[in-house]
């Protein structure tokens, strides 16, 4: 393999990905579970040499770029917030990291907060740069779905306002390590249930409270099946999560950027709202994103 | 200590809780860590024993009443749920669970079942009916908040219907395994930051979804404190609970039963919209409810 250009890392709380750009794009790619999550300071520096070293050369310095929580203060170095209203990057902000490895030249994309409503977000900005290199000209909503679902509303290039919900991981503590967990073993769907479950969340958000252990009484008593009870549950917190979300998608332009199955999902609840949402790939966006930090700002 | 008449036992999910009862009342209490959570089917006996042998005799067989999950389907006999509407307990559908001890006559009461919204309760209807005890002829609604909060209408003695919110579970979820939990730490707590959550959430459910990670947010950029984070979170997850249960105690005669600081914050909740309601300790209520459930009902 030649070596890379550049290296583009995203780094999460639980896992560490790298991606090795050439001229004609990726050459190669690498993951770990080496997230924020599983690391002390002095184990960024040995969990990314374990990746990359294959794509590094003795007396060359490679550029690598990363984004995400790597840059949070629990991360490896500290790259400040910067605020909305904002263009998603700057190139001017990256913080350039010491490392002891001579061999590496590494900066780290800078999250973006608001301050009211106070949010933050590490790693999606990117993510939403790399799709307004896709769509240029982009004005409405991206809404980016997992563990803390993003929306984010754009225009004239500059994120304008967001909003974050933590239906991600709701559904992963509810659905492994609440009393509904017993309910809800495999990994069937029912898509009706989930249809219902949605519509009866958005419109009634406020039984949210008598919907959730209901999940559990019905396993009990009326024989309600696992791939339903999740299914549900999923509709419940999607639902929840649209009806917070309301003044972000209503009359929008909506474009999802994440995980193929987890935007087909989150179509469909838009898509029952009237709203037809584009699907943008994570991965794509990232290295996109990652790709128009490097660069500054009057080549972009 | 005299020998005990009875034994009244209250047994959940995390704890089992015993009383010596005599003529003139309690005598002794114990209590373990032996919840259904913890133990094997054949755990359950030697469990018991461990917190009630000093209460036996040799040759003495002395009568055990007990509740909550030990009667349900995972727990040590199954004692099928009553349907609702119905008297909270009956001393006729008390079951009898085999013991290898000669000297334990050990009794279960049933829990309720609702069928349609599906809901289930084990070891609440015998606290009601306790309270019933305290409270003859009582017509309103009794909330028993806790892990999993209940909302339960009672008219003419029986209970009419009831509600599940998995309020305390959710929070201690959110508190000590979510991204929350790192700006919660302590146990704090700012009033005036619960009744904000509080009025917030019931006015407002539909926006939960964005107030939890805000949480977070104001934590990282805004300074929020923990035990401000603590009550918010509580705030915000009484009030949906509120919200979702306003059939309930809208208008209503409402008594609380449960843990006196837990009972005060619902019965500060309640203020807030106005109500005024009683609240009932609740070991006494479940010691009253056993009592009830082995007097057969004609000497009620």
Chains 1, 2 share one sequence.
């Not at 190669?28 to 794509?55: T, V």
């Not at 990363?66 to 904002?86: D, H, N």
């Not at 009806?243 to 999902?265: D, F, H, K, M, N």
Request: proline residues 6%.
């Amino acid at each position: 393999m030649a070596l890379p250009t550049w290296i583009a890392v995203d780094w999460g709380t639980t896992h560490l990905r790298a991606y090795a750009i050439g001229p004609e794009g990726v050459l190669a790619d690498a993951a770990s579970e080496d997230g924020m999550g599983q690391l002390a300071r002095d184990g960024y520096e040995p969990a990314l040499l374990r990746l990359i070293s294959p794509w590094l050369a003795p007396g060359r310095v490679t550029e690598v770029v990363a984004c995400g929580m790597v840059g949070s203060r629990q991360g490896w170095f500290e790259a400040p917030y910067r605020t909305v209203p904002c263009t998603p990057l700057d190139s001017a902000s990256l913080v350039t990291v010491p490392t002891r490895d001579a061999r590496l030249k590494l900066r780290l994309v800078p999250g973006l907060r608001q301050d009211s409503p106070a949010d933050v977000m590490r790693g999606e900005e990117t993510q939403i740069a790399g799709a307004l290199a896709v769509l240029p000209g982009f004005d409405g909503v991206f809404c980016l779905p997992g563990t803390h679902s993003k929306w984010v509303q754009v225009s004239a290039g500059e994120v304008v306002s967001f909003q974050t919900a933590m239906t991600g991981e709701l559904f992963s503590l509810l659905s492994s390590q609440s009393v509904l967990r017993h309910g809800m073993q495999g990994d069937g769907w029912d898509e009706q249930s989930f249809r219902n479950a949605l519509s009866d969340a958005i419109s009634r958000p406020e039984r949210l409270a008598a919907r959730l252990f209901a999940l559990r009484a019905e396993g009990l008593i009326a024989g309600l099946s696992a791939a339903s009870a999740r299914a549900r549950l999923s509709g419940l917190l999607i639902g929840i999560e649209l009806a917070a979300a309301r003044p972000y998608w209503l009359g929008q332009s909506v474009a999802l950027i994440g995980a193929e199955g987890l935007c087909a999902t989150y179509a469909r609840a838009l898509a029952a709202q009237g709203i037809a949402a584009r699907q943008l790939p994570a991965a794509a966006c990232t290295i996109a994103g990652l790709s128009r930090a490097r660069t500054p700002k009057v080549s972009a």
